[in-house]
């Protein structure tokens, strides 16, 4: 008995049983870059280990590289392949997807949280931005000057993973996708080769195929971001408690059909089953890209028949309002998160009615034991998003402007640590099939695209590209990695077949 826990003890120390591959990197790693080189029981080793939004991403890799420039990225890049030892990238550790951003003890786990470097140009226009930033320090660098950028509307969030999934926005509405605002993308090739990539030069092709392809193409050292003059914007909270779900879905088909012609606004309307109320709570973030402390353009949620139980909507920096809603995120450390995406055409009122109303009864019948929260969010993608997002060279994505406006609906499980991610998919699986039943039931077709960035790794994001453009990634990527080394020795996250 005493010998078998001391083994499981021993199995637990994370880096202590690298594979053999991995651990030949390591050792590479270690004695070319001594101080950037992390192992287990190293704080930044733990820190680059656990720094997840979920803890299912807490797998242990047999080490931790930290490259703090392009060169040690590169040399990193060169090393795993020599070793032929599996690795993975992480930037803000945001995908809720255990090994998308993390590998186990087989593997070698490369850390963008050295890339932290942040420099606006001379004139002001655009912002250098290394990968291990968070969107909070890009809105607090960019605070004195005035400035912001199309960016996460969470300032915990990261800041790679995001853009190279396409971003959305507060001020997507009005710019289009985050990656619709970038000038240029600075990374390592599969060979080694450090590119800086723009809409017009000559690895336009690449700069597009990191416009939404995710991580098939190249490890990130540098974003260029446009930036946009907004010294403050109209942000907040509202709450409006239990009672409310019709007046709320009145509320969400309102903004999205006729609220949401006015660019400058946006809103992230919740709906939040708690297991512990045995009920939802609704409330709303609202966001106005401007000083009007009653836009017409918000009127629903701000002037509606709910009862505004609080309001925090105000005047404020970007930064500002990162660090009222930012410690509530760290609270999370240690629970797990699950999310699935849902995409509907807005137009239809019943349709959001008969995916709150089956995602409810379905959450108050069969949610695991251990979830905290199940949450809907009904962001709005409208018209004008997507027109916008054709700038820049356009998108992989190429989203059909015919059927917008569009809800992503944005499902969120956070459980306890102990809960298992297939249970929680389980229920998704249970709630989804249902609704979908519901909608067709009701004669009502989903809306086709899947945001990769939202996604439950059992949906099939690529597959809802164009085709033409899915040739075309795959043919972006057989040029810049023919030896799929992003592909099969960086097996996490999303991948092109
Ligand atoms: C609380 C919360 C709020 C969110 N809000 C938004 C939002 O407002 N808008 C939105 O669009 N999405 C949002 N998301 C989704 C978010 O875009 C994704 O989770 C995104 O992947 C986060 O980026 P990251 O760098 O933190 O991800 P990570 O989990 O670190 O990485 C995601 C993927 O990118 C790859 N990657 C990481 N770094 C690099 C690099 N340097 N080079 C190449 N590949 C790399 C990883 O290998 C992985 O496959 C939110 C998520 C959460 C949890
Ligand atoms: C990267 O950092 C190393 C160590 O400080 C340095 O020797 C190298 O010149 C740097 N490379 C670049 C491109 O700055
Ligand atoms: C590590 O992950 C790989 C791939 O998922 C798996 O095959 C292997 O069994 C895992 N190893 C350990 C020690 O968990
Ligand atoms: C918004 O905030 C800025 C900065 O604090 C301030 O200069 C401006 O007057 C405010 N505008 C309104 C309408 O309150």
Redesign the pocket.
């Known amino acids: 008995m005493v010998r078998k826990y001391a083994l499981l003890a021993f199995a637990a120390l994370p880096g202590c049983l690298g594979d053999k591959p991995a651990s030949n990197a390591c050792k590479k790693l270690k004695n070319e870059?001594p101080d950037k080189t992390y192992y287990g029981l190293d704080p930044r080793y733990i820190n680059a280990n656990t720094e997840y939004y979920s803890s299912s991403s807490w797998l242990g890799p047999a080490c931790v590289f930290e490259?703090?420039?392009?060169?040690?990225m590169s040399d990193a890049v060169q090393a795993l392949k020599a070793a032929n030892s599996p690795f993975a990238i992480r930037g803000g550790g945001h995908m809720p997807i255990a090994n998308a951003a993390n590998i186990n003890s087989s593997g070698v786990l490369l850390s963008s949280f050295g890339l932290n470097q942040l420099k606006l140009s001379d004139d002001h226009s655009t912002v250098n931005v290394g990968p291990g930033n968070r969107w909070s320090d890009i809105y607090k660098y960019l605070e004195p000057y005035g400035l912001t950028v199309v960016g996460g509307r969470l300032g915990h969030v990261g800041v790679p993973g995001y853009i190279l999934g396409g971003g959305v926005s507060y001020l997507s509405n009005e710019y289009g996708w985050a990656s619709a605002n970038v000038a240029s993308v600075t990374g390592v090739l599969a060979d080694g080769k450090?590119v800086k990539a723009t809409p017009e030069n000559e690895y336009s092709d690449l700069f597009w195929a990191l416009r939404g392809g995710s991580s098939s193409f190249a490890l990130v050292t540098n974003f260029e971001l446009k930036t946009i003059k907004a010294p403050t914007v109209m942000i907040g909270m509202a709450s409006y408690g239990s009672d409310v779900a019709e007046q709320f879905i009145d509320a969400v088909h309102s903004f999205t059909t006729e609220g949401s012609k006015d660019a400058k606004a946006a809103t992230i309307p919740m709906a939040e089953y708690i297991p512990a109320l045995g009920k939802p709570a609704y409330s709303a973030i609202l966001f106005y890209n401007g000083v009007d402390e009653k836009p017409a353009a918000l009127k629903s949620f701000l002037e509606s028949d709910m009862k505004v139980t609080s309001n925090t909507f105000s005047n404020r920096s970007m930064s500002k309002w990162c660090k009222e809603l930012d410690p509530a995120l760290s609270l999370l450390k240690g629970s797990k998160q699950r999310f699935y995406v849902l995409n509907i055409h807005a137009s239809n009122k019943q349709a959001i009615t008969i995916v709150h109303d089956t995602f409810m009864k379905v959450a108050k019948e069969s949610l695991p034991l251990g979830v905290l929260v199940a949450a809907l969010a009904f962001p709005a993608v409208t018209e004008k998003f997507i027109t916008a997002s054709t700038a820049n060279g356009g998108d992989p994505q190429s989203l059909d402007v015919n059927g917008a406006p569009y809800i992503w609906v944005e499902e969120s499980i956070t459980s306890a640590g102990l809960v298992d991610d297939k249970d929680v998919d389980a229920f998704y699986e249970k709630a989804n099939g249902q609704i979908v039943k519901n909608l067709q039931a009701a004669g009502i077709e989903t809306a086709k695209f899947i945001y990769l960035n939202d996604a439950n790794p059992s949906q099939d994001a690529f597959g809802t590209f164009p085709p033409e453009n899915l040739e075309r990634l795959k043919a972006i990527r057989a040029k810049y990695d023919p030896d799929r080394v992003f592909t099969d020795l960086m097996p996490g996250g999303w991948k092109l077949a």
Not at 67 to 72: G, L, M
Request: hydrophobic share 10%.
């Open positions: 870059h490259p703090s420039n392009s060169t040690q450090v």
